[in-house]
Nanobody
Framework: QVLLVESGGGSVQPGGSLRLSCTLS???????????YHWSPENQRELVATINR????NYGDSVKGRSTVSRDNAKNTVYLQMNSLKPRDTGVYYC?????????WGQGTQVIVSS
């Protein structure tokens, strides 16, 4: 059974940084293309970043230049480093794992950016 667990969220002031983690268990991370999504308090979903099995990355327009996605297959973990956080970054961040027609989601980690 594949499980994803996100962590690293919290409350920060505007301009601050957070590093989110997503740990996959039950299967080697190296098989999976991974995506981070942001759900806003207004229930809008936004793609934040993707990293495929080969390590290629892609970012949503709202986070380009402020965020870095990376993976450590040995630790079965994907990271999202977010800098220069803005109040609009507030919400729940989910990671998604995709391989061979199967998609898995974690439970999310909450980020609050407020002064």
């Amino acid at each position: 059974q594949v499980l994803l667990v996100e962590s690293g969220g919290g409350s920060v002031q505007p301009g601050g940084s957070l590093r989110l983690s997503c740990t996959l268990s039950g299967s080697p991370l190296s098989f999976y293309d991974m995506t981070w999504y942001h759900w806003s308090p207004e229930n809008q979903r936004e793609l934040v970043a993707t990293i495929n099995r080969g390590g290629d990355t892609n970012y949503g327009d709202s986070v380009k230049g402020r965020s870095t996605v990376s993976r450590d297959n040995a630790k079965n973990t994907v990271y999202l480093q977010m800098n220069s956080l803005k109040p609009r970054d507030t919400g729940v961040y989910y990671c998604e794992a995709y391989y061979s027609g199967n998609t898995y989601w974690g439970q999310g980690t909450q980020v609050i950016v407020s002064s």
